[in-house]
């Protein structure tokens, strides 16, 4: 089966812009999460949806945000871009509603480049 | 809260042993371990959910110690397909999937 597709791939923005990242999760899961990952802080959690529910938020500002569609597939929104939002974004998904015994299966990641 | 990795890297020969070890602050209900090889997806590796379970994936395994909140994953005579970085993710009360810093492997022939 088709794993996590993350669109797209890479991303160049300008300081200031905002930027919409997509996320469609392997058919049939219903919880997807998302993490930046950067060289010097490895896997940051940003937020997890289940069934269009936000169930948890990490420390991030405001300008980061989410939302989950019926069919599962999630975007991430990040608004007013910053230099150190340069990252690779990544997105998870797992099959369970208890993620505590659930393997996560993660997509590509989309790396955005913020100039 | 993170939690902590040790070492942050490590270099072994072929056929060497290691161990990264992996500590949180809080209560852990379960510890994840995942790998991921340069430019590509986290894979996942294991999950401990008890106290003092211990699971292995071919010759890699990892305990988990619940009293001290500890998580250690020993690599067995590592092969070259072993490097990459390695990352614990921990669950805690609020039943997020948080991540440590990660720990760097290099097995070099």
């Known amino acids: 089966k088709a794993g996590v597709t993350q669109t797209p791939r890479y991303l160049i923005k300008t300081r200031g812009q905002q930027v919409t990242l997509s996320c469609s999760p392997i058919?049939?899961?219903?919880?997807v999460s998302w993490y930046q990952q950067t060289p010097g802080q490895g896997l940051q959690f940003l937020f997890e949806?289940?069934?269009?529910?936000?169930?948890n938020k990490g420390n991030f500002p405001g300008r980061f945000s989410g939302r989950q569609f019926s069919n599962s597939r999630s975007e991430m929104n990040v608004s007013t871009l910053e230099l150190g939002d340069s990252a690779l974004y990544l997105c998870?998904?797992?099959?369970?509603?208890?993620?505590?015994?659930?393997?996560?299966?993660f997509g590509q990641g989309t790396r955005l480049t913020v100039v | 809260q993170q939690p902590v990795q040790s070492p942050q890297a490590v270099i072994l020969r072929e056929g060497e042993d290691a161990v990264i070890n992996c500590s949180s602050s809080?209560?852990?209900?379960?510890v994840h371990w995942y790998r991921q090889k340069h430019g590509e997806a986290p894979v996942f590796l294991m999950i401990?959910?008890?106290?003092?379970e211990q699971k292995g994936h071919e010759k890699i395994s990892a305990s988990f110690n619940e009293k001290k909140q500890q998580s250690s994953l020993y690599l067995t005579a590592s092969q070259l397909s072993y490097s990459g970085t390695y990352f614990c993710?921990?669950?805690?009360?609020?039943?997020?999937?948080?991540f440590g810093g990660g720990t760097r492997l290099m097995v070099k022939p």
């Open positions: 998870a998904s797992s099959l369970m509603t208890d993620s505590m015994n659930t393997e996560a299966f």
């Open positions: 058919s049939g899961h219903r919880s």
């Open positions: 949806y289940f069934s269009e529910t936000q169930r």
């Open positions: 809080k209560a852990l209900y379960s």
């Open positions: 401990l959910l008890k106290g003092g």
């Open positions: 993710g921990t669950i805690p009360p609020g039943n997020m999937l948080t």
